[in-house]
């Protein structure tokens, strides 16, 4: 196949809290993906308005893609759990065989909160040989194996994938009811800690595909500066998988700056004064660390904040 020729669907769910990540992660394809244009994007979108929308289209350049916005009701998640840094919005991959028809026999599904870096034509082109889905082992895998005790509650499975890159034959998740079986797991689990990612490996248990790490490069333990790494030799997909985002100022991520290069040519590029802020939020995320290591520090900073709180009540 030509790969200048293919057109095909890309799906990511956000809601507004999520628009300049996605409106990021969007330029970082387009980028990275300029013989395939226009791409296919299809965005899973709860409360996103109008001027958002416009927004993140107009993030990109003219003529590079289009975007097909579907409404999906998060009304059918309410009672699962999520993280308190993991939107809802996460369960809306469930729905992504209904969104197409019969005749579209693959997409490729990817998260909100990753930069791409190279062509996806290689990886779209990926057989599944049979398999429902092509996924990359999470960063997690081994630790689930051991037992270790901060993911005892986490399901067990013959390899744990991680479902922020999903390369998916939407047939056979169809006949193999997927989306109905990741449901009826977190039925009996609705706390499950890691909500969709985990209903989803159980679901899919041995019926997945190992993907080339390179298409979902995982920051959970590894902190490399990807401004380190020459441009052959880094990843496909990088993804920020863990609470520290490269755009939370008050948890300091080392791709920061790569980051936002990308962001910086979107429509949410940030202002001198969001700048600044950000400066003086990591300072402050600085200090707090310094204050955790010296209590004595932290005693004199406490008895600060108490004259200052007794002064305002005077």
Not at 45 to 54: H, K
Not at 69 to 75: A, F, G, K
Not at 233 to 251: D, E, L
Request: glycine share 4%; proline share 6%; net charge neutral.
């Amino acid at each position: 196949m030509d790969l200048e020729k293919i057109s095909y669907p890309i799906v990511l769910a956000c809601d507004e809290a999520y628009a300049m990540p996605l409106a990021t992660t969007l330029r970082s394809i387009v980028e990275a993906n300029q013989n395939s244009w226009p791409l296919d994007f299809h965005v899973l979108a709860n409360g996103l308005s109008d001027n958002t929308r416009r927004k993140v289209l107009n993030s990109l350049p003219k003529g590079s893609a289009s975007i097909r916005w579907v409404p999906v009701d998060l009304e059918l998640f309410r009672k699962f759990y999520t993280m308190s840094h993991v939107s809802k919005m996460t369960y809306a991959r469930f729905v992504i065989p209904e969104i197409f028809p019969d005749s579209v026999s693959r997409v490729l599904y990817l998260d909100a909160d990753i930069l791409v870096l190279d062509d996806l034509g290689s990886l779209w082109e990926t057989p599944l040989e049979g398999f429902i889905v092509g996924a990359v082992l999470d960063g997690m895998d081994s630790q689930i194996k051991r037992r270790e005790p901060d993911l005892k509650d986490v399901p067990r499975v013959r390899d744990y994938f991680n479902a922020g890159i999903l390369l998916i034959d939407l047939q056979r998740w169809r006949k193999e009811q997927i989306s109905e079986k990741a449901l009826e797991y977190l039925n009996l689990y609705p706390h499950s800690p890691y909500s969709d990612q985990d209903a989803l490996n159980v679901a899919c248990d041995g019926l997945w595909k190992k993907l080339d790490p390179r298409w979902n490069f995982q920051d959970y333990y590894e902190k490399q500066r990807l401004l380190d790494i020459i441009p052959e030799q880094r990843p496909g997909i990088v993804h920020f998988v863990w609470k520290s985002k490269p755009w939370n100022a008050s948890m300091p991520n080392l791709n920061a700056s790569f980051y936002d290069a990308f962001r910086s040519r979107t429509c949410f590029a940030r202002t001198p004064l969001d700048k600044l802020l950000d400066t003086l939020q990591g300072y402050w995320h600085q200090l707090k660390g310094i204050l955790r290591q010296y209590p004595f520090l932290r005693n004199i900073w406490n008895k600060i904040r108490g004259s200052v709180a007794l002064a305002k009540r005077v």
